[in-house]
């Protein structure tokens, strides 16, 4: 279910006067700007003490008043950003912008410090904007205009739309119960995905997973009702010199398996597979920005259930790369779904670059918080430029520690090449495990990014953010 709140975009800042609520969002020093109070409906002494009484602290904050019938919301960003976040400030922006999701015509006026920060800025605003609502209420019809103004007018940003309806589709697909986004029915997202921007899909199922050899991925999904599957879609446009593969954990809801999660530990779990929404929010806006290179879009499916078939503990099942891991915990699955997607991508298409995206530890949080993704990386370029896209985007990461020879003894085992899950949770727990997919790619490896995104994946209400979209998309576009 869905609400209907459309996205709409101007280069008219005064056509904001007509909506029932506007939000202007900014620093102080830009909001108290005559060149921003001109541009509002409200009379400027009452703006300038309206921004006297804002302390926006860390997380910012708002004021409101009221012109007639149209509400008016100040939003005023943080002044305190360290150099290990991203300067549009986008943390603190769908807080503020959420007063623009009300039942009405709402409005946006984001006032930016440098122009550069506009696509940051407009998908933190997509955060605040979910789409699917299950709530019983009548949902009513409605859009709220998008207006980025930056100091030298109106910043327009062809990626900026498809980019913030990218972050909506992920997070909605994040925020929908499995039993309406099961193994088949993300499978046919895919398929509408591909069919919307023109490009093709492959979906390999049942026996051809088993034929192919992608052991991962159907030890993880066999005993579900709605069997896994692996969703490939390809951009391949005219004149394209490069190969850039993206790879996108989709468990549709992770119980743990036969190591089964606790009460406490399992809601939520249908949000598992926020990395292979995060690559098919990116996949489409990327595909409508234009983007001019040869773009795989690959989701990994599959539901980790209890049930007869379910793979066991002591099991020992082959990868898609030939070797050898015995199970010892069934809820450390989502490596090996991406490991087969990763070793195949790789093998399949040699890519210039190869990026995985996951929920995938918990201790990703106690790394890196739940804001950054922790990145892990075989190349210090292309872990650079994720953390330099990450603060472009508005989604920033941190690189784990890049050790393959102190953490591959994590996973020894007696009886097969390795074990899925480590020996010590003490030593670098997210890192071990990326290695553990890394253990998988070829040598020769292609430059290999993983993003574990763990943490902002979910916002403070549980709800899907898209986190990922963005990151993607700039990060494939320095390539």
């Not at 007063?99 to 506009?118: D, F, G, Q, R």
């Not at 879609?233 to 989709?250: D, I, Q, R, S």
Request: charged share 20%.
């Amino acid at each position: 279910m869905e609400q209907h709140k459309t996205l709409k975009f101007t280069s008219n800042p005064e056509t904001l006067s007509s909506s029932d609520v506007l939000v202007v969002i900014g620093r102080k020093a830009q909001l108290e700007e005559a060149t921003t109070s001109n541009l509002l409906p409200v009379a400027h002494e009452t703006w300038l003490a309206m921004l006297e009484s804002a302390s926006p602290g860390d997380w910012g904050c708002t004021e409101t008043t009221w012109v007639g019938s149209q509400k008016i919301v100040a939003g005023v960003l943080p002044e305190n950003c360290s150099r290990h976040n991203s300067p549009s400030r986008a943390w603190a922006i769908p807080k503020l912008a959420k007063p623009a999701n009300a039942e009405s015509e709402t409005a946006i006026l984001l006032v930016l410090e440098k122009s550069e920060h506009a696509f940051a800025a407009a998908l933190a605003c997509a955060r605040s904007l979910p789409l699917y609502d299950a709530r019983s209420k009548e949902k009513k019809s409605s859009s709220v205009t998008l207006c980025l103004v930056g100091p030298d007018g109106i910043v327009e940003d062809n990626r900026i739309e498809p980019a913030m309806e990218g972050v909506r589709l992920a997070a909605r697909l994040f925020d929908t119960p499995t039993s309406e986004m099961h193994c088949d029915i993300l499978v046919e997202e895919c398929e509408a995905i591909a069919q919307r921007v023109g490009a093709s899909i492959t979906v390999k199922r049942g026996q051809d997973l088993i034929d192919g050899g992608f052991g991962g991925l159907w030890s993880v999904g066999k005993a579900a009702e709605h069997g896994p599957a692996l969703a490939v879609l390809e951009h391949n446009p005219e004149g394209a010199t490069k190969t850039v593969v993206w790879v996108g954990k989709g468990i549709v809801y992770d119980t743990g398996g036969l190591s089964i999660k606790t009460k406490g530990g399992m809601p939520g779990m249908k949000g598992d597979m926020g990395g292979s929404a995060a690559v098919l929010g990116a996949f489409q806006a990327a595909v409508q920005s234009g983007f001019p290179q040869r773009l795989v879009a690959i989701a990994c499916i599959a539901e980790n259930a209890v049930g007869p078939g379910a793979t066991r503990p002591d099991d020992v099942i082959t990868m898609w790369s030939k070797k050898t891991v015995e199970v010892n915990n069934t809820d450390a699955e989502g490596r090996l779904v991406l490991a087969d997607g990763v070793a195949w991508a790789a093998h399949h298409y040699q890519p210039d670059l190869l990026v995985d995206a996951a929920t995938l530890t918990g201790a990703a949080l106690v790394a890196s918080g739940k804001l950054h993704a922790a990145v892990y990386s075989n190349s210090e370029d292309i872990e650079r430029l994720a953390v330099e896209s990450g603060r472009r985007a508005g989604e920033p990461c941190h690189p784990l520690v890049f050790v393959p020879e102190l953490l591959r003894k994590e996973f020894e085992s007696p009886v097969a090449d390795m074990k899925n899950s480590v020996k010590s949770r003490s030593n670098a727990q997210s890192a071990c495990a990326a290695q553990f997919i890394a253990n998988h790619l070829p040598d020769p490896a292609p430059n290999w990014l993983h993003i574990d995104l763990a943490g902002p994946a979910w916002n403070p209400e549980e709800r899907g953010t898209g986190y990922g979209v963005g990151l993607l998309m700039e990060l494939s576009q320095g390539i």
